[in-house]
């Protein structure tokens, strides 16, 4: 475990992850002409003002989901407890500056994820079952014709979502509602499970259905409760601003400044924290967005985009504000128990706060869990070609992690799952980088005439490379 921490400070998360997420970012953008910023009206006319705009299930193509159901299941998984937990433990650590490093982690976030789910939808295939399905390993495999990388990918997603997806986010969940509602996390355990189960076996099309109910709810639930406290609490909130920006630079971090205060710990810390709630860059919201109906590539990387922004930008500053204004970031009391913080900031500024925050946390986890089963089944589908016996053993245990994850003790957990996703990232960076000529000649053609609604079979084959055909 000593091993793993140290990995995962100096290399996974340290300066080398940040140079080249960053990197890869600045790339991108100058890339794309800047085009998810310098064309934003664009990304929200297609994005917030189509939200509810009910699609004809002709203008879905078979084995597809809609985007709008694409975006949810992707938002499933990065809004989660890294919005209410990650970002209360971004603040305790790293102090208020780790937030703005936050922001710079979604803003780079929004050109990558904008990226990836372009490519995800320009490569994506059908598979045996007749469903549409792409993300990272297909792009690395077509476009870059390097297949080890691409199992590579699959092994460290398969991995990452029995951490991340499935046991992290339940004893989140199993912890909360334990503390809340004082129910026992044997019993929590059981009922997340077959509720899980019920849902997996209904594929992306079940999923899907449940994601874009859930996701919209619980989003309002908890902004609804957010504005609430930030009302009561409106007049410190330029003073927390100030402490975001002010110490920006100078590292002051919570408890008096022991668990670390300088300014690389952080930028570190704000941005590791920016990734584990947007994922932009880790190549698993791709594999939802591949699967969406669009007559366009870069119509549905608008969506990741937004996805990005919606999540870090709009979400965490929304936590973030709430925390910081509330004053018990800096309270010892709250050492080692960030959901506490949250919880009590709540109920501090209005009775029954608490509960906002355990019925936005209990949420959150869930709908986590499950779109996370989907990128983990994906990837064992593209390294076992399909085989039902290994997607089943893969279900069990996908099951069986989350009612462990409802009663242990994960902070080792905590340390793997930050090392699979920084794993997960790297060979999905280094495809961004290497297939950039594709993006960019599919985003220019896009932004010619974004206003043009293209027949759903449009083939775009000539805008791609497919080593697969040579």
């Not at 994820?113 to 939808?121: A, D, F, G, I, M």
């Not at 199992?151 to 986010?169: E, M, P, R, Y």
């Not at 919570?254 to 704000?270: D, E, K, N, Q």
Request: net charge positive; with cysteine.
């Amino acid at each position: 475990m000593d091993l793993i921490g140290k990995l995962n400070d100096n290399v996974i998360w340290g300066i080398p992850m940040v140079v080249l997420m960053i990197g890869t970012g600045i790339f991108l953008t100058i890339l794309t002409k800047g085009v998810v910023f310098t064309k934003f009206n664009v990304v929200m006319r297609y994005t917030t003002k189509t939200l509810f705009q009910k699609r004809n299930k002709d203008q879905i193509e078979a084995g597809a989901i809609s985007p709008f159901q694409a975006v949810c299941t992707a938002l499933a998984a990065t809004v989660g407890t890294g919005n209410i937990v990650g970002v209360a433990l971004a603040i305790a650590t790293g102090g208020p500056g780790a937030i703005f490093w936050l922001w710079i982690s979604a803003l780079v976030g929004m050109v990558i994820k904008y990226c990836e789910v372009t490519l995800s939808q320009a490569y994506r295939t059908v598979n045996q079952k007749g469903e549409i399905v792409g993300g990272p390993m297909y792009y690395i495999t077509k476009g870059m014709g390097k297949k080890w990388l691409a199992i590579l990918f699959a092994i460290f997603g398969s991995l990452a979502s029995l951490g991340i997806g499935a046991s992290v986010q339940a004893n989140a969940l199993s912890g909360g509602v334990t503390a809340t509602f004082g129910v026992k996390p044997w019993i929590i355990g059981i009922v997340v499970a077959m509720l899980g189960a019920l849902i997996f076996i209904g594929g992306i099309k079940r999923i899907a259905s449940v994601t874009e109910l859930l996701v919209p709810f619980m989003s309002i639930l908890y902004i609804v409760g957010a504005i609430v406290v930030l009302v009561v609490n409106v007049k410190e909130i330029p003073a927390a601003f100030g402490m975001i920006f002010k110490n920006t630079f100078t590292g002051t971090a919570a408890f008096g400044g022991f668990l670390g205060a300088s300014v690389m710990y952080a930028c570190r810390i704000g941005m590791a924290r920016g990734v584990f709630t947007h994922e932009a860059g880790m190549g698993s919201a791709p594999i939802a967005h591949a699967a969406a109906s669009s007559d366009h590539p870069a119509r549905q990387g608008l969506w990741g985009a937004f996805e990005v922004f919606f999540d870090s930008v709009v979400m965490c500053t929304v936590t973030a504000l709430v925390i910081l204004t509330s004053g018990l970031w800096s309270d010892a009391n709250y050492v080692g128990d960030t959901r506490a913080m949250s919880s009590t900031a709540f109920e501090n500024a209005f009775t029954g706060g608490q509960y906002i925050v355990t019925i936005g946390l209990c949420l959150f986890a869930f709908a986590t869990i499950i779109a996370w089963y989907y990128y983990g089944e994906k990837c064992i589908e593209f390294l076992f070609k399909g085989n039902r016996i290994v997607k089943l053993i893969y279900q069990i245990i996908y099951t069986l992690m989350i009612f462990w994850g409802c009663v242990a003790s994960l902070d080792a957990v905590w340390e793997f799952a930050d090392l699979f996703n920084g794993l997960m990232a790297i060979p999905n960076l280094i495809a961004l980088i290497v297939l950039a000529p594709v993006i960019k000649k599919l985003s220019d053609n896009f932004f010619k005439n974004p206003d043009q609604k293209r027949p759903k079979d449009t083939d775009y084959s000539d805008l791609i490379i497919d080593k697969t055909k040579h």
